[in-house]
């Protein structure tokens, strides 16, 4: 896995959207896409939902910041993250994309 699959990969188990992605590493929305279809590859994931489960139980800093529940359904993926006192402190809602190659 290059260094910028790994970044992508990083920022998507963080919680961040393709769009943030795109913005925080300058690149383009196709680009993002692109790495999503090497880590797809690369991990045996058949969808996004399952690169953005895989990213976030690979994360260590957002679980060990209180990832508590991941949510895996068919349709879409949904992360809660909980502060160390149990409180609610953020969650995304991902939708499975079916599969979208980039060209």
């Known amino acids: 896995m290059s260094a910028n699959e790994r970044e992508v990969l990083d ?3 963080e919680g961040k ?3 943030e992605i795109s ?3 300058r690149i383009g929305f196709r680009t993002v896409h692109t790495y999503y279809a090497r880590l797809k590859s ?14 976030a139980l690979s994360t260590t800093s957002e679980i ?3 990832l508590a529940v991941v949510l895996d359904r068919t349709e879409r993926i949904e992360m809660r993250f909980f502060d160390h006192r ?3 402190i953020g969650e995304r809602k991902y939708r ?3 599969s979208i190659e980039p060209k």
């Open 96 to 98: 499975a994309e079916s």
């Open 11 to 13: 920022l998507l188990g």
């Open 17 to 19: 959207t393709t769009a």
């Open 86 to 88: 149990g409180k609610l």
């Open 23 to 25: 913005r925080l590493k």
């Open 42 to 55: 690369k991990l045996g994931a058949r969808n996004v939902s399952q690169l953005v489960r895989i990213a």
């Open 64 to 66: 060990s910041n209180g």
